[in-house]
């Protein structure tokens, strides 16, 4: 009778442990979780912190989509998708003839009016007038700040990941600039950005879309984006 009560014993703790084995268990915050427990803490947590919201991976999911078309359609709005690069050239072009950034007097920064002035106003004429202008950040790669620019650029070509694809503007002139000119000195980072808020006369907040490093010997590297295939 006594080894029957063993034998039943030793199979209850077997099967007590091989349930045990099977069932995963986590440790979230010193607190043990099993698998039902663990799905529910993550369809409810919020781990992305966005602009002061918490987000779950859900929500943030959502967010990132939204994110990715705004700036879809920030470079290639509707109505410029439907026109060819030449005439998005020519659209270009005309704008500048009669846009009046230019005719400004240019002042050293601290002052009235810097090179990201011109940008910042070439960018809100350009809208006005139905060219998507970007806000253009040409930097050092050490980021002095004395030597950094503000410029302009549209989108012309169809992929925005090519350096070519873009038509780069000299707010101060209404030049179409290249690599090598005094607005893209080689050895720089640029910066093709939007601005989301502008909290001063002479600051602007910006968001960045794409960026690339321009190499000593003038060779162009995609960084990263923001906008999405």
Same mark, same amino acid.
Request: net charge negative; glycine share 6%.
């Given at each position: 009778?006594?080894?029957?009560?063993?034998?039943?014993?030793?199979?209850?703790?077997?099967?007590?442990?091989?349930?045990?084995?099977?069932?995963?268990?986590?440790?979230?915050?010193?607190?043990?979780?099993?698998?039902?427990?663990?799905?529910?803490?993550?369809?409810?947590?919020?781990?992305?912190?966005?602009?002061?919201?918490?987000?779950?991976?859900?929500?943030?999911?959502?967010?990132?989509?939204?994110?990715?078309? @705004?700036?879809?359609? !920030?470079?290639?709005?509707? =109505?410029?998708? &439907?026109?060819?690069?030449? %005439? $998005?050239?020519?659209?270009?072009?005309?704008?500048?003839?009669?846009?009046?950034?230019?005719?400004?007097?240019?002042?050293?920064?601290?002052?009235?009016?810097?090179?990201?002035?011109?940008?910042?106003?070439?960018?809100?004429?350009?809208?006005?007038?139905?060219?998507?202008?970007?806000?253009?950040?040409?930097?050092?790669?050490?980021?002095?700040?004395?030597?950094?620019?503000?410029?302009?650029?549209?989108?012309?070509? @169809?992929?925005?990941? !090519?350096?070519?694809?873009? =038509?780069?503007? &000299?707010?101060?002139?209404? %030049? $179409?600039?290249?690599?090598?000119?005094?607005?893209?000195?080689?050895?720089?980072?640029?910066?093709?950005?939007?601005?989301?808020?502008?909290?001063?006369?002479?600051?602007?907040?910006?968001?960045?879309?794409?960026?690339?490093?321009?190499?000593?010997?003038?060779?162009?590297?995609?960084?990263?984006?923001?906008?999405?295939?």
């Amino acid at each position: 009778m006594r080894k029957t009560n063993v034998v039943v014993v030793i199979l209850l703790l077997g099967l007590l442990i091989g349930s045990l084995m099977a069932t995963h268990y986590y440790l979230v915050n010193g607190v043990t979780m099993n698998e039902e427990e663990y799905q529910k803490y993550k369809a409810n947590r919020k781990p992305y912190l966005v602009d002061g919201v918490a987000m779950s991976e859900a929500e943030y999911q959502e967010w990132e989509s939204y994110k990715v078309a @705004e700036n879809k359609s !920030h470079i290639m709005p509707d =109505y410029w998708r &439907e026109l060819g690069e030449e %005439e $998005r050239i020519k659209r270009i072009e005309t704008f500048l003839a009669t846009d009046k950034t230019d005719e400004h007097r240019y002042t050293s920064s601290g002052q009235r009016r810097s090179c990201g002035c011109f940008s910042a106003e070439l960018y809100k004429a350009g809208y006005d007038h139905d060219i998507p202008v970007c806000f253009v950040k040409v930097m050092t790669k050490d980021n002095n700040s004395h030597e950094n620019h503000g410029i302009n650029a549209v989108l012309i070509g @169809e992929d925005y990941t !090519h350096f070519s694809s873009w =038509y780069f503007i &000299e707010p101060q002139t209404d %030049e $179409r600039v290249q690599i090598e000119s005094w607005s893209i000195p080689k050895d720089r980072i640029v910066h093709i950005t939007r601005i989301i808020d502008s909290p001063g006369d002479r600051y602007v907040a910006t968001e960045t879309l794409i960026s690339y490093e321009i190499s000593n010997d003038g060779d162009v590297s995609l960084l990263g984006e923001a906008i999405g295939r």
